[in-house]
C-alpha cells in the first residue's frame, strides 16, 4: 500500500490551490516570463541570494550577481564557496529529475562540496535544531533516514495527489527527516522548486525562495507547528501562500519590465534595498529631486499605486514618522 504522510486536505487548501491555477492561467496569457529573459536571470539570482541567506550567507544579492558573471568578489571564503556551489546546481536546475533519490544524493553533493566532509551522502549522526543550548527540534536518528527517505519517495512517486499539495508535503516531511548533515533547508527548498516546474516551467523562474526569506520566521514556526501537530497542514497552507504571494509580486515586476511604469519611478524603486524603509528626504536625494510636489507625483506616488511600496504607517499618510519600504 503506498505510503502518505499525515495531512487532510481542507477547504483552505483546495482554495489556495485554485488561486495558484488561475494564476498560472493568467503568466500563460500575459505571456510572462517566456518573452522577458532578463527578468528570468533577476529572479534566479534572487532564488539563489534567498535561499542562502536564509542559512545565514553574508553575500548580498549585487554579489551573487557578480559571482554568476565571473567578476571577483570579497567577503567569507564559506559564503563564496555556498553561492559557487548553488550556482553550478541551479545552472542544472532543468536536469534534476526531483522524483529519483539518485539526483537528490547527486545534487547535494554539487551543492556542500567542500562544505562538508559527507556531501552527497545521508547522515550518520544525530542532528537538530538548537537556540543557545536548547534542543527546539531534533531529528529522527540516523538509522532511520533510508527507510524514511524510501517512504517519501514512494508518497512522491506512485500516491495520487494534486502536485502543488504533494511538493509542499515532499519540502516539509524532507525538513523533518532532516536527511543531511548540512544543507537541508537549501535541499528542501531546491526539490520542491524542481517538483513544481516539472509540472509547470515557469516555477523555474520563481523566487519563491524570497518570499520565504522575507517571511523567515513563519517559515520555521510553520515547521514547528506542524511538528507540534503531527500533520504538515499549518506547512502546506504557508507554503501555497508563499507561491501565490511569488506569482504577485513577479506579475507586477514583469508590469515594470514591460514598461508599465515611467522612468522615474522606475529609478525610484531601483534605490531601495529590501526591508530598509525611508524618509520621503532620503528618496528625494537619492534621486536628485528637489521639489516635494514633483517627486510625489512623478516618482513616489506611480509606486504606491502599483503596489511596488507600502508606507510603514498607512493609516497616517500624513505622518512626520512615515516611511516607505519596498514589499
Known amino acids: 500500500m503506498t505510503y502518505k504522510p499525515p495531512y487532510e486536505i481542507n477547504t483552505s487548501i483546495i482554495n489556495k490551490v485554485a488561486i495558484i491555477m488561475k494564476m498560472i492561467g493568467k503568466f500563460s496569457s500575459m505571456n510572462t516570463l517566456s518573452s522577458q529573459p532578463l527578468l528570468r536571470r533577476k529572479n534566479q539570482i534572487k532564488s539563489i541570494h534567498s535561499s542562502l541567506a536564509i542559512e545565514n550567507n553574508q553575500l548580498s544579492e549585487s554579489q551573487v550577481k557578480d559571482l554568476i558573471n565571473g567578476k571577483l568578489v570579497i567577503g567569507p571564503q564559506k559564503d563564496i ?37 559527507d556531501a552527497g551522502s545521508y547522515r550518520k549522526g544525530q542532528v537538530g535544531v538548537f537556540d543557545d543550548e536548547k534542543a527546539i527540534f531534533m531529528a529522527p536518528s540516523a538509522d532511520r533516514v533510508p527507510s524514511l527517505m524510501n517512504q517519501l519517495y514512494d508518497y512522491l512517486n506512485h500516491y495520487d495527489e494534486n502536485i502543488f499539495i504533494k511538493s509542499c508535503v515532499f519540502h516539509y516531511e524532507f525538513e523533518f527527516i532532516h536527511p543531511f548533515s548540512d544543507g537541508n533547508g537549501r535541499m528542501g527548498r531546491l526539490f520542491q522548486t524542481c517538483l513544481l516546474a516539472k509540472e509547470e516551467e515557469l ?114 499618510p500624513m505622518s512626520r514618522n512615515q516611511r516607505y519600504i519596498k514589499k
Open 203 to 316: 516555477f523555474y523562474y520563481l523566487p519563491v525562495e524570497s518570499i520565504i526569506k522575507k517571511k523567515q520566521q513563519a517559515y520555521y514556526d510553520a515547521i514547528s507547528k506542524s511538528n507540534l501537530e503531527g500533520s504538515s497542514n499549518a506547512f502546506i497552507e504557508f507554503m501555497l501562500d508563499a507561491i501565490i504571494e511569488t506569482m504577485n509580486e513577479t506579475i507586477k515586476q514583469s508590469n515594470i519590465e514591460k514598461g508599465s511604469l515611467s522612468i522615474q519611478a522606475k529609478k525610484l524603486l531601483n534605490v531601495f534595498e529590501e526591508g530598509v524603509p525611508y524618509t520621503t528626504i532620503e528618496l528625494m536625494d537619492k534621486v536628485g529631486i528637489k521639489s516635494r510636489s514633483s517627486f510625489k507625483k512623478n516618482y513616489l506616488d506611480p509606486l504606491l499605486e502599483s503596489g511596488m511600496i507600502e508606507m510603514t504607517i498607512p493609516n497616517k
Open 81 to 117: 564557496l555556498e553561492v559557487q556551489n548553488a550556482i553550478k546546481v541551479y545552472e542544472k536546475i532543468q536536469d534534476i529529475n526531483p522524483y529519483t533519490q539518485k539526483d537528490l544524493l547527486r545534487y547535494h553533493l554539487l551543492l556542500m562540496t567542500s562544505l562538508v566532509v
